[in-house]
């Protein structure tokens, strides 16, 4: 799908144009989250990067494995 909203990541302003902040000039960024799936490819490669930055702590590995 093909977003049209963006949003500058300087002044947080909201904007159609594709190029630059018409406001600051500041670079533009899709608003939207990610869609959402239930079967999540990449859940253990999430858990491992928080696990390593100790986002998260857990004493012994989750037993997930997708």
Request: hydrophobic letters at 25%.
């Amino acid at each position: 799908m093909n977003w049209l909203l963006r949003k500058c990541s300087k002044c947080g302003r909201y904007t159609l144009s594709r190029d630059r902040c018409p406001y600051c000039g500041g670079e533009l960024i899709v608003p939207h989250p990610p869609r959402f799936s239930p079967i999540d490819k990449y859940v253990e490669y999430r858990l491992e990067e928080k696990l390593s930055k100790g986002i998260i702590k857990l004493d012994e590995k989750p037993p997930y494995k997708p």
